[in-house]
Nanobody, 129 residues
Framework: QVHLVESGGGSVQAGGSLRLSCEVS????????MAWFRQAPGKEREGVGV???????DYEYSVKGRFTISKDKGKNTVYLQRNRLNLEDSGMYFC???????????????????????WGQGTQVTVSS
């Protein structure tokens, strides 16, 4: 019912900036809860941050202050902004979504991959020195 498409990845030198996009399409009765995850080669997938249906954001403790999530409601697009990229930021970035409850609540475990049932194909980010 919900389709997600990530874009904006690519190769960038350390210290540069990237803004990833997640285009959301498809009908959903309730509000929608969004999240960004990333996975580096040989490592487990980790949550980066979430955007609740009410527009509030939260970030995984280890990356707080390094990423910014925003939304363009007119385009139904969610963004992940990162300035001053470093080598540790390389990896595959995924957009994920889950329907909010009929009262507008998002999953309690907002940083857990198991809370989201819609996923994009991912976009690759490669940071070089």
């Amino acid at each position: 019912q919900v389709h997600l498409v990530e874009s904006g990845g690519g190769s960038v030198q350390a210290g540069g900036s990237l803004r990833l996009s997640c285009e959301v399409s498809g009908y959903i009765n309730s509000g929608i809860c969004m999240a960004w995850f990333r996975q580096a080669p040989g490592k487990e997938r980790e949550g980066v941050g979430v955007l609740d249906s009410d527009g509030s954001t939260d970030y995984e403790y280890s990356v707080k202050g390094r990423f910014t999530i925003s939304k363009d409601k007119g385009k139904n697009t969610v963004y992940l902004q990162r300035n001053r990229l470093n080598l540790e930021d390389s990896g595959m970035y995924f957009c994920a979504a889950a329907p909010a409850s009929r009262t507008g609540l998002c999953p309690i475990d907002r940083m857990g991959a198991g809370s989201y049932n819609y996923w994009g194909q991912g976009t690759q980010v490669t940071v070089s020195s």
